[in-house]
């Protein structure tokens, strides 16, 4: 069974705009959930969609968004980047919501 | 606060030496605590999930163990290539909390 896949593996962004990440979950899995990962803090969890609503958030500023398709693909979407938005995007799979597969993120970069 | 607590940051290891990654945690809510691995560059590899106190769960030379405010990761005889940061998360019933992790290296 294929994995979780995300793109694009790498983004270089400028401070200002806007990005748009892409996340396709392993078949049959309807739960999606996004964390944000920096060397200070660890994992972050930024939100969680099932069956195409969001179903938990985390404490994120309104500029994080994300949505889910009937297809349970995902995408999450950061307007007016920061320099603090630099890190690790992940998304993780799961069928229930407990056991969750990760993908192996997008490195983001803003200058 | 819901809080997760993974010691040491860090450990150095010769091969085959055994030793023991804690996680201590306070959550309300506990639905299952979860150990993953992670090498550097790559997502998060699930590991195992633990959700009662005295629950164990063992893969190779991993043996995860759960109380009522900690799990222990104990390793075995690592080789080289166990060499990862291994992380801990608890689950409630709106999110999952991870840890900082443990970054483990052996030496060989």
């Known amino acids: 069974k294929a994995g979780v896949t995300q793109t694009p593996r790498y983004l270089i962004k400028t401070r200002g705009q806007q990005v748009t990440l892409s996340c396709s979950p392993i078949s049959g899995h309807r739960s999606v959930s996004w964390y944000q990962q920096t060397p200070g803090q660890g994992l972050q969890f930024l939100f969680e969609y099932f069956s195409e609503t969001q179903r938990n958030k985390g404490n994120f500023p309104g500029r994080f968004s994300g949505r889910q398709f009937s297809n349970s693909r995902s995408e999450m979407n950061v307007s007016t980047l920061e320099l603090g938005d630099s890190a690790l995007y992940l998304c993780a799979s799961s069928l229930l919501g407990n056991e969750q597969y990760f993908g192996p993120g997008t490195r983001l970069t803003v200058t | 606060e819901d809080q997760v607590t993974q010691s040491p940051e860090a450990l150095r290891l010769q091969e085959g030496e055994s030793s023991s990654l804690n996680c201590s945690y306070t959550v309300s809510g506990l639905r299952g605590l979860f150990w993953y691995r992670q090498d550097p560059g790559k997502g998060p590899e699930f590991l195992f999930t633990?959700?009662?106190a005295g629950e164990e769960k063992e893969k190779e030379r991993l043996k995860a163990t759960l109380t009522k405010k900690e799990s222990f990761l104990h390793i075995t005889a690592p080789k080289p290539e166990d060499s990862a940061t291994y992380l801990c998360?608890?689950?409630?019933?709106?999110?999952?909390?991870f840890g900082k992790g443990t970054r483990l290296h052996i030496l060989p």
């Open positions: 998360a608890v689950g409630r019933d709106d999110k999952i909390i």
């Open positions: 633990l959700y009662s």
